[in-house]
């Protein structure tokens, strides 16, 4: 089972490299058709403490230990990383016949190369004292983080030669 990430390294490049590597060393724990499942097969809550399988979307939400911040940047990395498949979404990748749990590593593992080497999260530790200026910056750490994740000014073109 996976344990908690401190939050000091709530970074979703991390998160997906965890998850690549739970699933090499435990590949019977990735199902498909539901979100989780447990050890009888029978669908169960993603968090329950029966659940010993998991698709990509109950992973993400696993791994990202009820952080939202987190598991929005994860969802987004590893949408990045379905390329050409990313109008089927995670859930249908997941969940397509065709697909077994060495597909959804490798994908794991390419999201976890997206932006590497960049900042991808606020530095938590300045939570510490809130005080106005700590959640500006946090604020602005969350954008700028946000940005690398979202290539906007591609979206943006893509959009105005659909609208020409």
């Known amino acids: 089972m996976a344990e908690p990430i401190s939050v000091a390294s709530c970074c979703p490049q991390d998160s997906c490299r965890e998850i690549a590597e739970f699933l090499k060393t435990n590949p019977g724990a990735w199902t498909r058709g539901y979100a989780a499942r447990r050890g009888d097969g029978l669908p169960c809550e993603t968090m329950s403490p029966h659940a010993r399988e998991w698709c990509m979307l109950g992973l993400i939400a696993r791994f990202t230990h009820g952080n939202p911040w987190l598991h929005e940047c994860v969802n987004l990395l590893v949408q990045r ?11 249908r990748y997941n969940d397509h016949i065709a697909r077994n749990v060495s597909d959804v590593i490798a994908l794991f593992e390419k999201a976890a190369r997206l932006n590497d080497g960049d900042q991808c999260a606020p530095d938590w530790s300045r939570l510490s004292i809130p005080d106005e200026k700590n959640v500006l910056k946090i604020e602005s750490d969350f954008s700028d983080a946000m940005k690398k994740l979202i290539p906007w000014e591609s979206i943006m073109r893509q959009i105005e030669r659909d609208a020409a």
Do not use: N, T, V, Y
């Open 81 to 91: 990383a379905l390329g050409r498949h990313s109008e089927q979404g995670i859930h």
